[in-house]
């Protein structure tokens, strides 16, 4: 049984369990293209730029453009979270905790939504007829540390490496930082009056978007080999998010084995992959 159980017995003051501080929703799930996906591996069509020809006499041949193909694999996960409420413990508390437990585990699972689309976004994703081509971000898709932290010319060299690869402007663009990369803004030498106020408000959550980015802070941003901070912006079709489409469950139920004890389960199965290494951009800033 859980050890920390012990703490909601009725000696303590509240007549509700209170969670700790921690993130509770996803904050990217909402923001990447969302599937629903059967069978463990699924594959998702790309289909890249052509050009057109010039006419150039009549009855001339068809001219014949080779539409570019690719696709990219994703393959599902499965993830599980599961306690034990003794029936003693249940006993000497003012309320069943299990709902609780249970609105926990929903946290945890979002939380680690999180870091798989994180890791999506700056690791390698699969491409190829069987998906067995791997594809790593490619240097010309990142921002260096430079020994400094987020500053305004980052986000100006994180904007023109999007723009530059015709990354659709109607499609919204996100940047995910935390909260010392977000302060860092407030500290640069090269912001103006008027980016400074707008930069003093994302900081204080009066806004959140700044340079035609939606800024979404999270804890869970990894380090590089270098150990910076790997910031990073995405377009939103940039980063897919696939979820099982028969996976997801929650049971709380007696566990005779265990004398009884409820036990608080749930399981989700889900996955997520870059879809163009153009719409990602990774921005390291020093830790």
Sequence with gaps: MSVEITTAFVEQYGSNIDLLSQQKNSRFQAFVRNESQTGESGFYEQVGATDVQEAVSRHDDTPRMDTPHARRKVGLRTFRWADLIDKADKVRMLIDPASTYAMSAVMAMNRKRDDILIAAALGTAYTGATGATAVTLPSAQKVVAGATGLTIAKLRDTKEILDAADVDPDMPRYFAVNAATLKDLLATTEITSSDYNVVKALVAGQVDTFMGFKFIQTQRLTLDANSDIQNFAWAQDGLLFVTGSDG????????????????????????????????????????
Excluded: L
């Excluded at 989700?268 to 390291?284: D, L, N, P, Q, S």
């Design 248 to 287: 997801t469950e929650t049971r709380i139920t007696e566990r005779p084995d265990k004398n009884h004890s409820v036990q608080v389960w749930r399981q989700e199965v889900f996955g997520a992959t870059r879809m163009e290494e153009a719409k990602i951009v990774e921005v390291a800033s020093v830790a």
